[in-house]
């Protein structure tokens, strides 16, 4: 099962060797300082944002004109001023009782190698990075075409391309052994490109709350499909924000709107070049993936789709792609129809161009099964689709923070996500859509900042994407999700997938391999979520023992109740990974599932 990262199946989603994804240019990590392209960006002028390093305002440009600088944040000189910078003193954090307060390990000492140099976050300490351990010889895990079954052994799937098999680098007969560093460099990198290590204990240093202890011991987060923890470099970017750029934005005629502006439209060429959108126009800021969706069953759809019009989903859907194209149909005579999947919980696809028809208006279907990780084959998805002469939608709330995404390889016509699913703040999300297709739709809300002029006889709306943010936005959240993209970058999609997809691999093979354990959901291409029930146990009972030993993980239906019944069940319990996990964390939730199925009731 899933022998090849979440998402490898398809080979353009991974950058070839010399493509621009895989080059520097195309790829925020490795190159500090990158230019943004000039003439893009809309009402914005992306000058630094810092107090110390604006010009003044006579001195700008017009408000509408873009510059090329290296990007919409806080520059170094800044940060190492900036007390929101400055390591807590004695280690506490602030406003926290000293014995429930964690150690905050300093920074700028720990991390070298991939934080943000362009100013958005952590200044660099330009240490030399750790170096992996000495070749290790590693058993194989299971390779293309073999999966997990119940109990966890390996069986065989008709099929499965993989372009790129994984070496593991870590096994799970290896560990205990093992030194305490979890290094991916030592694979061959899909594209064969230099990436930097990967650290995860650099990694967790970042996150604050993972030195939280939750019944007396640390926290282990395993629910990372219902949010994910913010970096140090958010938390302190949106606090900058606050402290030095809050103002409105786009409007006024004062230093700190242009502050304000520069910032939230340097996050959004941030969420431009991180699913490599064609233009930065074609990015909507939204609360998240619901209104997100929202936003497009009701503009597009309420314009596109009529009686005895048809919009396919598939059976893996969160309720968040199901219920506004229901409401959509049921307002407009339309009729809602559903993706079989397998009993992997793969899409089907057969059964799905039986589906297409030319009553087909849109297909909208989730990359990552948010209760099951399967990855379905979108691109697929999308050019059948399309063949049909239906749009298509990608909901990438549980993919962007696992895999990269390329929405121009994708080919959809929207793609959208939410940014606390990727380390950024809740309260923020993105619609992603082709500019034709945005610019035939109407406003979907009314109001402020999304008009060009109004009378009380008619209204001229902005150009996308203002015509789509109607009001204030999230202006200091959008930011936080600017630096997110900083941060991920900087640590490196690819390097993210690869050492989640070990964590994925080992953590299916553990749990499936205790007696009475079930796994829901065993595709051969998966990506973070475990999903389980257990023998004797309602999965409540198994998330207050998890919980009693300080490991949060979601139990019930996700909010995906048609997938959990499609395969018998109500709830599972559902540990969901993220890359600031580690191999100790699941084999400590192993240990607790493994003890609860050792004293199972009959
Ligand atoms: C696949 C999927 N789609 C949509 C959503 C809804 O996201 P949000 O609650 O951030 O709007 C979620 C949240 O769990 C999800 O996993």
Redesign the pocket.
């Given at each position: 099962m899933f022998s090849a990262p979440p998402g490898a199946q398809f080979p353009a989603n991974i950058a070839p060797p010399g493509s621009p994804l895989a080059s520097p240019a195309g790829f925020g990590p490795s190159v500090p300082g990158t230019l943004i392209p000039q003439g893009q960006i809309p009402g914005a002028n992306l000058l630094p944002a810092s107090p110390t390093q604006l010009p003044s305002l006579a001195n700008r440009a017009p408000a509408l004109a873009p510059h090329a600088v290296a990007g919409n944040g806080v520059p170094d000189s800044v940060l190492s001023v900036a007390p929101a910078f400055e390591p807590r003193s004695g280690g506490v954090v602030q406003g926290v009782p000293q014995q429930i307060g964690a150690p905050v390990a300093p920074q700028a000492a720990t991390s070298p190698f991939y934080f943000l140099s362009d100013g958005y976050g952590h200044p660099s300490a330009g240490t030399t990075p750790a170096i992996s351990p000495p070749g290790q010889v590693l058993p194989p895990l299971p390779l293309a075409g073999e999966g997990w079954g119940e109990g966890g052994s390996v069986q065989s799937y008709a099929g499965v391309p993989s372009p790129q098999p994984l070496t593991p680098t870590l096994s799970p007969e290896g560990r205990g052994s093992q030194p305490q560093f979890y290094f991916v460099d030592a694979v061959p990198l899909a594209g064969g490109g230099q990436h930097p290590p990967f650290d995860v204990h650099a990694v967790r240093r970042d996150f604050p709350i993972l030195q939280e202890r939750v019944n007396g011991r640390q926290l282990v987060w395993f629910d990372n499909?219902?949010t994910t923890h913010k970096p140090q470099s958010v938390i302190d970017r949106i606090a900058y924000f606050y402290e030095h750029e809050n103002s409105n934005i786009h409007r006024a005629a004062h230093e700190l709107a242009a502050r304000a502006t520069d910032a939230y439209e340097g996050a959004r060429e941030r969420v431009r070049k991180f699913i490599n959108a064609p233009e930065v126009e074609e990015v909507i800021f939204v609360?998240?993936?619901?209104?997100?969706?929202n936003l497009v069953a009701k503009s597009w759809g309420g314009q596109h789709v009529g009686e005895g019009d048809e919009i396919i989903v598939s059976n893996l859907?969160?309720h968040?792609?199901i219920v506004p194209w229901q409401q959509l149909a049921a307002a407009k005579g339309a009729k809602l129809r559903v993706i079989p999947v397998d009993d992997s919980g793969q899409v089907l696809l057969d059964e799905y161009r039986k589906l297409l028809n030319d009553r087909t208006k849109i297909v909208a279907v989730?990359q990552?099964?948010?209760a099951l990780g399967t990855v379905a084959p979108v691109k697929e998805i999308v050019e059948l689709a399309h063949r049909a002469g239906a749009k298509a939608l990608v909901?990438g709330?549980?993919s962007v923070s696992h895999m990269r995404v390329d929405v121009q390889d994708i080919g959809a016509d929207f793609f959208v996500f939410?940014g606390?699913?990727v380390f950024g703040p809740?309260g923020i999300?993105v619609v992603w859509g082709k500019r034709e297709v945005l610019e035939d739709m109407p406003p979907w809300q009314g109001g402020g900042n999304m008009i060009a002029d109004v009378t009380f006889e008619k209204t001229v709306f902005q150009p996308i994407p203002n015509k789509f943010e109607a009001g204030t936005g999230n202006i200091a959240d959008a930011v936080g999700l600017g630096a997110a993209i900083d941060y991920v970058n900087k640590v490196g999609i690819e390097n993210i997938a690869r050492y989640e997809h070990d964590l994925l691999v080992y953590g299916m093979a553990q749990l499936g391999a205790i007696p009475g354990v079930r796994l829901i959901g065993t595709a051969a291409d998966k990506a973070s979520v475990m999903s389980f029930v257990l023998d004797g146990y309602t999965t409540e009972e198994v998330g207050h023992a998890l919980n009693d030993e300080g490991i949060a993980v979601r139990t019930g239906h996700?909010?995906?109740q048609p997938i959990l019944r499609r395969f018998g069940v109500e709830t599972t319990v559902r540990p969901s990974l993220a890359f600031y996990n580690t191999f100790d964390e699941i084999d400590r939730l192993v240990s607790v599932v493994r003890r609860l199925a050792g004293r199972r009731r009959g």
């Amino acid at each position: 099962m899933f022998s090849a990262p979440p998402g490898a199946q398809f080979p353009a989603n991974i950058a070839p060797p010399g493509s621009p994804l895989a080059s520097p240019a195309g790829f925020g990590p490795s190159v500090p300082g990158t230019l943004i392209p000039q003439g893009q960006i809309p009402g914005a002028n992306l000058l630094p944002a810092s107090p110390t390093q604006l010009p003044s305002l006579a001195n700008r440009a017009p408000a509408l004109a873009p510059h090329a600088v290296a990007g919409n944040g806080v520059p170094d000189s800044v940060l190492s001023v900036a007390p929101a910078f400055e390591p807590r003193s004695g280690g506490v954090v602030q406003g926290v009782p000293q014995q429930i307060g964690a150690p905050v390990a300093p920074q700028a000492a720990t991390s070298p190698f991939y934080f943000l140099s362009d100013g958005y976050g952590h200044p660099s300490a330009g240490t030399t990075p750790a170096i992996s351990p000495p070749g290790q010889v590693l058993p194989p895990l299971p390779l293309a075409g073999e999966g997990w079954g119940e109990g966890g052994s390996v069986q065989s799937y008709a099929g499965v391309p993989s372009p790129q098999p994984l070496t593991p680098t870590l096994s799970p007969e290896g560990r205990g052994s093992q030194p305490q560093f979890y290094f991916v460099d030592a694979v061959p990198l899909a594209g064969g490109g230099q990436h930097p290590p990967f650290d995860v204990h650099a990694v967790r240093r970042d996150f604050p709350i993972l030195q939280e202890r939750v019944n007396g011991r640390q926290l282990v987060w395993f629910d990372n499909a219902a949010t994910t923890h913010k970096p140090q470099s958010v938390i302190d970017r949106i606090a900058y924000f606050y402290e030095h750029e809050n103002s409105n934005i786009h409007r006024a005629a004062h230093e700190l709107a242009a502050r304000a502006t520069d910032a939230y439209e340097g996050a959004r060429e941030r969420v431009r070049k991180f699913i490599n959108a064609p233009e930065v126009e074609e990015v909507i800021f939204v609360r998240g993936t619901t209104e997100a969706i929202n936003l497009v069953a009701k503009s597009w759809g309420g314009q596109h789709v009529g009686e005895g019009d048809e919009i396919i989903v598939s059976n893996l859907e969160h309720h968040a792609n199901i219920v506004p194209w229901q409401q959509l149909a049921a307002a407009k005579g339309a009729k809602l129809r559903v993706i079989p999947v397998d009993d992997s919980g793969q899409v089907l696809l057969d059964e799905y161009r039986k589906l297409l028809n030319d009553r087909t208006k849109i297909v909208a279907v989730t990359q990552v099964s948010n209760a099951l990780g399967t990855v379905a084959p979108v691109k697929e998805i999308v050019e059948l689709a399309h063949r049909a002469g239906a749009k298509a939608l990608v909901d990438g709330a549980q993919s962007v923070s696992h895999m990269r995404v390329d929405v121009q390889d994708i080919g959809a016509d929207f793609f959208v996500f939410s940014g606390h699913k990727v380390f950024g703040p809740t309260g923020i999300g993105v619609v992603w859509g082709k500019r034709e297709v945005l610019e035939d739709m109407p406003p979907w809300q009314g109001g402020g900042n999304m008009i060009a002029d109004v009378t009380f006889e008619k209204t001229v709306f902005q150009p996308i994407p203002n015509k789509f943010e109607a009001g204030t936005g999230n202006i200091a959240d959008a930011v936080g999700l600017g630096a997110a993209i900083d941060y991920v970058n900087k640590v490196g999609i690819e390097n993210i997938a690869r050492y989640e997809h070990d964590l994925l691999v080992y953590g299916m093979a553990q749990l499936g391999a205790i007696p009475g354990v079930r796994l829901i959901g065993t595709a051969a291409d998966k990506a973070s979520v475990m999903s389980f029930v257990l023998d004797g146990y309602t999965t409540e009972e198994v998330g207050h023992a998890l919980n009693d030993e300080g490991i949060a993980v979601r139990t019930g239906h996700h909010c995906a109740q048609p997938i959990l019944r499609r395969f018998g069940v109500e709830t599972t319990v559902r540990p969901s990974l993220a890359f600031y996990n580690t191999f100790d964390e699941i084999d400590r939730l192993v240990s607790v599932v493994r003890r609860l199925a050792g004293r199972r009731r009959g």
